[in-house]
Structures are given as C-alpha cells and as structure tokens.
T-cell receptor, first 115, second 114 residues
Framework: DAGVIQSPRHEVTEMGQEVTLRCKPI?????LFWYRQTMMRGLELLIY????????DSGMPEDRFSAKMPNASFSTLKIQPSEPRDSAVYFC?????????????FGQGTRLTVV | GNSVTQMEGPVTLSEEAFLTINCTYT??????LFWYVQYPGEGLQLLLK?????DKGSNKGFEATYRKETTSFHLEKGSVQVSDSAVYFC?????????????FGSGTQLTVLP
C-alpha cells in the first residue's frame, strides 16, 4: 500500500488566494483526519470524517476553512481566503474502525506558506 | 477530557546515551497509548503502541510500558544513535464512546550528537 498521499507537498500562495489541499487515505480505512502543525500550537486536530461524513469539525479555526470528503478515497481541505497566519504544515491521516488499538497513518504533509 | 503531557524538550544526548522521554496521560476510559516519531520534513510515523495495562510496546530498540497506576507511558532506549534525532509524540486513543481521534502531546525534540 502506498500509504496516505497528500498533495501538494509545498504550497506558496499570496494572502487572499484560495488554497486547496488534497488527501488520499489508505484504501479500506474509514476514518480520515486533518491536522495542522505549527511551532506555537503543535499538532491540532481540525476535522475528522467517518465513512465520508464529517463527525467533528470543532477544531476548524474559522469559516475560511472547509473540508470535504466526496468519496472514500479522496478528501480536500480548502482555505478561502488564505491569510499569513494559516502558514503551517497540514497533515492528513487515516485509520480503520474496529481496531481501537490501532493508531492512525499519516501522510507526509503539505507545507503551506501564505505571504 | 483526554490529555497527554510530555516532557518538554529539547533533549540533547551523545550517541550511545540512555534516553527517557516522560509521558503521562488523563483519559476517561481505557485508552490505547502510542509513541509517534517525526523525522525532519516527514509526517508522523507510529513507533510503538500498547493497548492495556502492563503491556510493553517495543520497536527499533525503543520501549514503553503502559502503567495504569501512574498513568504513564515513558519512552526509553538504552543506546541512542544519531539517526534517532527526531521529534517524538506521545498520544492516546480513548476506547470509550465513538471518538476515534488521537490526542497528542506537544512533542519532544531529540538531538543525538556523534
């Protein structure tokens, strides 16, 4: 299995632009998580899905952030409009229910820089 | 709510030194416990896990024992290598309720010098 695949690996954009981050979870996994990592705040859970349905989006910082999971093999995290304080590394992770002892598998992350 | 408290870093050791990174947790149910490692520029990778009290997780020379009485899951390695330089995260997943998300500690930066 190729693991969790995120794209792009790096994104540099200007303030005010729309940014879309993409994630392909591990095939067969039914949970998908979006995290944000910064030096100041560490790892923050933004939102997670179960069977493509958003379960908890309480970590989404503002209405500028939105996430979708149109099918079991694809999810997007969109920021519109982007701001410099959104600069961070965004991680996608997936896991399988029923294996409560299992952790989550992480992608390599998207490093977002908003200038 | 659930929380994980990790020893603050950074930690700097010489090669072949003994490593301990402390981790304690608070959970409402019976959590599974994990250590993740993040190498520079990479995502988090599962290092080891333990699912019940007194279980010992081990991998790549690292070990951690699930101690329910002290709510701890300290990471240890007897002889670190330069290649172990990374950020280490302690995490838990509560088995109660429907939540399946991991709760992470703040991470501990380890640097091993040759």
């Amino acid at each position: 299995d190729a693991g969790v695949i995120q794209s792009p690996r790096h994104e540099v954009t200007e303030m005010g632009q729309e940014v879309t981050l993409r994630c392909k979870p591990i095939s067969g996994h039914d949970y998908l998580f979006w995290y944000r990592q910064t030096m100041m705040r560490g790892l923050e859970l933004l939102i997670y899905f179960n069977n493509n349905v958003p379960i908890d989006d309480s970590g989404m910082p503002e209405d500028r952030f939105s996430a979708k999971m149109p099918n079991a093999s694809f999810s997007t995290l969109k920021i519109q409009p982007s701001e410099p304080r959104d600069s961070a590394v965004y991680f996608c992770a997936s896991s399988l229910q029923g294996r409560g002892s299992s952790g989550a598998f992480f992608g390599q992350g998207t490093r977002l820089t908003v200038v | 709510g659930n929380s994980v408290t990790q020893m603050e870093g950074p930690v700097t050791l010489s090669e072949e030194a003994f490593l301990t990174i402390n981790c304690t947790y608070t959970a409402t149910g019976y959590p599974s416990l994990f250590w993740y490692v993040q190498y520079p520029g990479e995502g988090l990778q599962l290092l080891l896990k333990a699912t019940k009290a007194d279980d010992k997780g081990s991998n790549k020379g690292f070990e951690a024992t699930y101690r329910k009485e002290t709510t701890s899951f300290h990471l240890e390695k007897g002889s670190v290598q330069v290649s172990d330089s990374a950020v280490y995260f302690c995490a838990l997943r509560d088995s109660s309720g429907s939540a399946r998300q991991l709760t992470f500690g703040s991470g501990t930066q380890l640097t091993v010098l040759p």
